[in-house]
């Protein structure tokens, strides 16, 4: 069936470094492929997709690209902020319905 | 627009209780899902609907029910509550063909 892996967490960066999360997948077919992040307290909201091989997925400095050949998805963003913490989790939905595989969040923690 | 709500927040059950955990959304959306999240697991799907009176299994359906008279409400039963039923339970909804979910705030279950 259907996977995705996560890179585990957490995560401690400083703030202004760069960020890289790592996501691969499995898959039957062709996913479309998804970032969510959830915040302290609150539900998990699409942060970026991407529905075809070498689409790049992008938003709020964050961007991931769609690698069918290494079946890849990660996140990076060049200079985090304190802001930025929060769980995130890669996520992929295949055929023609809404059924989402998520992995299992990677949280990131920023300091200043 | 409200968006999804869920309630109640949190919740505390004794083994063998039941109860209704809540979920409503003001979007239009055809699709609704529930989810748990774990530690450790990320989310898996528990139930979903595709429309008013269409419902189906996810992941780990045993233990819990649905039913979708609306295509506001979406409420998910728990017919006698376990210890390994403790988790943080996500409502979402889909806007069809645009693959965003939109979540709710979660509510925190726990069973002693």
């Known amino acids: 069936g259907d996977s995705v892996t996560q890179m585990e967490g957490p995560v401690t960066l400083s703030e202004e470094a760069f960020l890289t999360i790592n996501c691969t997948y499995t898959?039957?077919?062709?996913?479309?492929l998804f970032w969510y992040v959830q915040y302290p307290g609150e539900g998990l909201q699409l942060l970026l997709k991407?529905?075809?091989?070498?689409d790049k997925g992008s938003n709020k400095g964050f961007e991931a690209t769609y690698r069918k050949e290494t079946t890849s998805f990660h996140l990076e963003k060049g200079s985090v902020q304190v802001s930025d913490s929060a769980v995130y989790f890669c996520?992929?939905?295949?055929?023609?319905?809404?059924?989402?595989?998520f992995g299992t969040g990677t949280q990131l923690k920023v300091e200043l | 627009n409200a968006g999804v709500t869920q309630t109640p927040k949190f919740q505390v059950l004794k083994t063998g209780q039941s109860m209704t955990l809540q979920c409503a959304q003001d979007?239009?959306?055809?699709?609704m899902s529930w989810y748990r999240q774990d530690p450790g697991m990320g989310l898996r799907l528990i139930h979903y609907?595709?429309?008013?009176?269409?419902?189906d299994q996810g992941e780990v359906p045993n233990g819990y029910n649905v039913s979708r008279s609306t295509t506001e409400d979406f409420p998910l039963r728990l017919l006698s509550a376990a210890p390994s039923q403790t988790s943080v339970y996500f409502c979402?909804?889909?806007?069809?063909?645009?693959?965003?979910?939109?979540f709710g705030p979660g509510t925190r279950l726990t069973v002693t």
């Open positions: 996520a992929l939905k295949t055929g023609g319905g809404n059924k989402l595989t």
């Open positions: 898959a039957t077919g062709y996913p479309s």
């Open positions: 991407a529905t075809k091989a070498d």
């Open positions: 979007m239009n959306h055809e699709y």
């Open positions: 609907s595709v429309g008013a009176g269409i419902t």
């Open positions: 979402a909804s889909v806007r069809d063909r645009s693959h965003e979910q939109y």
